[in-house]
């Protein structure tokens, strides 16, 4: 198979198979684990055949183009930096299925967990293989909302909830920044691919808008990686199951941030900016971080502290901003990714077994679970720096870069001692993980009683700390060639010289840990004078304030809602017409001026005549609408004038249309009419009234005027086209119906749909509707009770064919004259609906088998399927074919497939007209049968 | 001619404006009835009044602009649509409130 759809199958597989565990979960809870273990495992084999291209630093690119329009393809990318991502994500990804299926409740069916545990892993996967950057951002803010579901997962629990809630607004809100960013990036750049952006270094660095990029693109990686002052969303995430923890908090998301700074860093890296921005932010965040860890109780919120902590270092080492720092942080992101997995799922095991993480309580944990503790130990001493672990490595890599970096020349020692800082704190909150969970004393009034956890449970946490140790003795041939690779991708430019080695001689980094680990220790052992300092410190409301700034946003919103949406139809309607007034009137002042020319044609007699009928009818159904009937006959007139309008000015289609439509609206509004209360509206106050006249004044005297000043502009067309291309294009003579179903035909299957859920509509909002009808009309008369007039039930039974005939001819005609499925259908319906009127709808309704929802799906199918069908020939959705066909009889008779398209329009309106009349009308039936039964 | 179509419109639009905000649902129902007039009218007005052309090809004749015809066409189909889904949803409110009052059932 070739690479680059290899490529293109891993994230394809990821999203397609996501929801797998979920269909899974009723073969039981191992079906669901086994699936998503599945699914990630797949995604490793597809991984394996670009492994070695990868590794030898090629860059493996997958084109598809998705909007090419808006510069958004899906452009993949597999280089050094996406492998070792990869990596991480499926095989901690493996490692926490297996965990959380021991992990969770065995009440929880795990196949929701597993699915959104899936779709984030998929999501990650996307980011860190787009090779088009505003598709990164479209799977970096799937993480953020997976992630959502995932912190949320105990949706039961309010902790969780607002942690959940937290995350999101964070994240969401420097995803937010993250785009307008990418965005100003992708136009300095001209692309948004990486491969242009990357390559465009030094025009970016050097662009006026290179500052406000740079800032709102680390908004969003400092948002994700929780870096100072964006860290208080993950201590709260803590609420999470642990496995989500372990994976999203330690390996994943979180280092999403620095996925993207080290993606970014060739473009935007190198520059003073840079240097400050995120050496600063990751210092701050460094030290901060690790003193707020050493306080924490809970063994999650330490971790989690440490883990801000942690990313701060490799922020930093990324502000350094040189070669070898950039290959230390990515040496860095694969250690703490191993060691703090491991972490989470120790500490997660600690909850399971103790049902608390609170350390003043857990204590003595060696004597009861010895293997965990020392598997724990040793990953707790990797996060603190101890030599042979892998931590030791990276750290010493680290304080080798604050010495040796160019800005020690401006600096001086400040960097070296601040590194010395950090590496003592993490030295004194890993001892207090060490010593206080599992030695000190015994444990205090645990609920439960633990023991050594079941095999599996702990099998993960070996295999991690084995990798620690592993790459802690062997660092060269265990992870060398990967960050290498790594390496080359994220720099793009030549190697630095680098030896991955337990010992490099006594130098200053040396001192440093020893410092670090003696300072460290001695940090620890003066920790009780050091709680009660911080004890009497203010607190820190991080949490607080951001639950406030929430409050006051969500209250605030309210109040303007309320302001606004007071649940009166009036009221809106008045809001609305008052601002398209306003917003009419603005554009219209604030045109290029133009005086009114009364333009072109003579009035004749019959115009005259018809505008004062229009006016007599408008008019008088506005000043009596309180009469009801009489107001419908007016309006009713009015139409007739609109549809004689039509055919005066060159349109018949329209004309007959009109006129189908105004009598199947004439019936409708009868219809509703019988059921409506006799009135007893009160008047309107003088104030509402005025309002209303105003805002009907202001609304046509606005619209009447610019009717007369279109009239009166130059005319300029656009449908020389379609005169044109009517007959030899869409082999129609009738220009309008040949643009309905051949030109726009996709316009007309839209609106077909529309009509179609009207339909719908109608079955759900008149469903079982007992409505009873007052026995009297609005001016006190009652209903006749006479059953249908004998006169009109003759008259319409053989009406029926006759216009069911001509409703076929308007159709069969409609591409050359006037006629087409929509007059067709209304006829058709009418004529249906006149048997509903002439003889009951007793009568009528078992004599007209009726399926709206077949017969719907039948008209949208014939419309999309004679689209569908021009794809055989390579032609795009909705090309019509036409050709003549000699019948004998008939002649020379033109086909063209847009008839059949019609034909789905024709079925479509039929149906929706019968079903709202007749659902209508069927509501007396069912009044009536309740009326019997009571 | 054009200035009497120009008052149709903005009679209608007036009418219908004023109808749309009475109380009761009937008359928004006839509101709305006569403010798509007004729009179809307006729309069909783009292209232009002209007598004896329509566009339906024949040797040696010429045609009004048959697009704005097409769009009114399908307008006027929708409309339909809208004002029988609204009259449902009033029988709906009806039956659920007991008023045909636009607000019928409102939260205080």
């Known amino acids: ?934 | 001619m054009e200035a009497l179509l120009a008052i149709a419109v903005g009679v209608l639009t007036a009418c219908g404006v004023f109808l749309i905000l009475r109380a009761r649902t009937f008359p928004v129902l006839l509101g709305l009835t006569l403010l798509s007039y007004a729009v179809n009218l307006f729309l069909f007005a783009s292209g232009r009044l002209r007598l004896d052309a329509p566009p339906l090809l024949r040797a040696g004749a010429s045609y009004t602009d048959p697009l704005p015809q097409a769009l009114v066409l399908t307008a006027i189909v929708i409309g339909f649509g809208m004002t029988a889904y609204l009259a449902m949803l009033a029988l709906r409110g009806l039956a659920e409130s007991g008023s045909d009052h636009v607000d019928a059932g409102k939260e205080q």
């Open chain 1, 1 to 934: 198979m070739n690479s680059s759809l290899l490529l293109a199958a891993i994230p394809a597989t990821a999203f397609a198979a996501f929801s797998l565990p979920l269909l899974l979960q009723r073969y039981g809870r191992a079906s669901a684990a086994l699936a998503a273990a599945a699914v990630m495992a797949a995604c490793l084999a597809l991984l394996l055949p670009l492994l070695p291209a990868a590794l030898a630093g090629h860059t493996q690119l997958a084109h598809l183009a998705w909007l090419p329009a808006y510069g958004l393809d899906l452009h993949l990318r597999l280089d050094g930096l996406g492998l070792l991502f990869c990596l991480l994500i499926l095989g901690i990804g493996l490692l926490v299925v297996l965990y959380a299926a021991w992990y969770l409740p065995k009440s929880d069916r795990l196949g929701r967990f597993y699915s959104i545990l899936l779709l984030f892993m998929a999501a990650m996967l996307g980011v860190v293989l787009s090779e088009n950057l505003l598709l990164l951002l479209i799977f970096w803010e799937i993480t953020s909302l997976s992630s959502f579901l995932l912190v949320a997962y105990h949706s039961d629990q309010y902790e969780a909830r607002i942690g959940a809630r937290m995350a999101l607004a964070v994240t969401g809100a420097g995803g937010l920044a993250l785009l307008a960013g990418i965005l100003l990036l992708g136009g300095i750049a001209g692309s948004f691919d990486l491969s242009v952006i990357l390559a465009a270094g030094e025009r970016i660095r050097a662009h006026a808008l290179y500052a406000p990029t740079l800032i709102l693109i680390l908004l969003g990686a400092f948002t994700k990686s929780a870096q100072f002052p964006f860290h208080f969303w993950l201590p709260n995430a803590m609420t999470a199951p642990t496995p989500v923890s372990a994976y999203l908090h330690s390996a994943t998301m979180v280092k999403a941030g620095v996925f993207l700074l080290a993606r970014l860093y060739p473009a935007l890296g190198g520059s003073e900016l840079w240097f400050w921005l995120v050496g600063g932010s990751g210092a701050l965040t460094l030290v901060y971080a690790a003193a707020m860890a050493l306080f924490r109780n809970d063994i999650k919120g330490l971790l989690a502290y440490s883990t801000i902590s942690q990313l701060g270092l490799i922020t930093l080492l990324f502000g350094l901003d040189t070669p070898l720092s950039v290959v230390a942080a990515l040496f860095h992101i694969i250690n703490h990714a191993i060691f703090k997995a491991s972490l989470f799922m120790a500490a997660g095991v600690i909850d399971h077994e103790c049902g608390t993480r609170d350390m003043r309580r857990v204590n003595g944990m060696f004597r009861v679970m010895p293997i965990t503790a020392t598997l724990a130990i040793l990953a707790a001493g990797s996060m603190a720096g101890v030599p042979l672990l892998n931590g030791f490595l990276s750290k010493e890599m680290f304080f080798a870069e604050t010495v040796s970096a160019p800005q020690f020349a401006t600096l001086g020692w400040a960097l070296p001692l601040f590194a010395t800082l950090a590496g003592m704190l993490a030295v004194a909150y890993s001892s207090r993980f060490v010593h206080d969970v599992f030695f000190n004393g015994e444990a205090i009034d645990l609920p439960r009683q633990p023991h050594e956890p079941p095999r599996w449970m702990r099998a993960p946490i070996e295999l991690l700390v084995l990798l620690c140790l592993l790459v802690g003795l062997f660092p060269g041939w265990t992870v060398g060639p990967w960050l290498a690779a790594a390496a080359l991708s994220t720099l793009q430019g030549p190697l630095p010289e680098f030896e991955l080695a337990l010992w490099h001689g006594f130098n200053q980094p040396v001192l440093m840990s020893l410092l670090a680990l003696a300072g460290g220790v001695i940090v620890y052992a003066l920790r009780a004078p050091l709680f009660a300092w911080q004890a009497q410190l203010p607190p820190m409301h991080a949490r607080t304030a951001f639950e406030r700034c929430y409050r006051q946003l969500a209250s605030s919103a309210r109040q303007i809602l309320a302001m606004l949406d007071n649940a009166s139809l009036q009221r809106y309607n008045a809001l609305l017409l008052s601002f398209v007034v306003l917003l009419g009137g603005w554009a219209y002042f604030s045109g290029p001026a133009s005086g009114i020319r009364l333009p072109g044609q003579p009035a004749d007699e019959a115009a005259v005549a018809a505008l004062l009928t229009l006016l007599l009818g408008t008019l008088g159904a506005t000043l009596l609408y309180r009469q009801r009937l009489l107001a419908l006959l007016l309006v009713s007139v009015v139409g007739l004038v609109v549809a004689l309008t039509f055919l005066r000015f060159s349109a018949p289609d329209l004309a007959l249309t009109q006129f189908a439509v105004e009598t199947g609206t004439i019936i409708l509004m009868l219809l509703v009419l019988y059921y409506l209360p006799p009135q007893s509206a009160p008047k309107s106050s003088a104030r509402r009234l005025s309002r209303d006249l105003l805002l009907a004044l202001l609304a046509g005297g606005g619209l009447g005027l610019i009717t007369l000043q279109m009239l009166a502009a130059p005319f300029e067309t656009i449908s020389g086209f379609y005169l044109q291309q009517s007959l030899p294009g869409g082999g129609g003579a009738n220009v309008v119906n040949v643009i309905l179903v051949d030109f726009r035909g996709f316009d007309t299957l839209g609106e077909i749909t529309v009509l179609a859920m009207v339909a719908l509509a109608s079955h759900a909002l008149l469903d079982r509707l007992v409505l009873i009808a007052p026995a009297q009309d609005g001016d006190g008369r009652r209903w006749s009770e006479e059953a249908h007039p004998l006169f009109l039930a003759m008259l319409m039974r053989p009406l029926l064919p006759l216009a069911l005939t001509v409703s076929v001819y308007l159709l069969l005609r409609g591409h050359h004259q006037p006629g087409g499925g929509f007059v067709a259908g209304l006829v058709s319906s009418v004529a249906l609906i006149m048997q509903y009127l002439g003889n009951g709808i007793a009568f009528a309704q078992p004599r007209l088998p009726h399926h709206p929802a077949r017969l719907l799906a039948l008209g949208l199918l014939l419309a999309a399927g004679i689209g569908v069908a021009s794809w055989p020939f390579a032609r795009p959705f909705l090309t019509s074919a036409h050709g003549h066909l000699q019948l004998p009889l008939l002649g020379d008779v033109e086909l063209a497939s847009a008839m059949v398209f019609d034909l789905g329009v024709y079925i479509v309106v039929v149906t929706v007209v019968l079903t709202v009349l007749s659902g209508i009308g069927g509501l007396s039936l069912r009044a009536r049968s309740s009326r019997e039964k009571s």
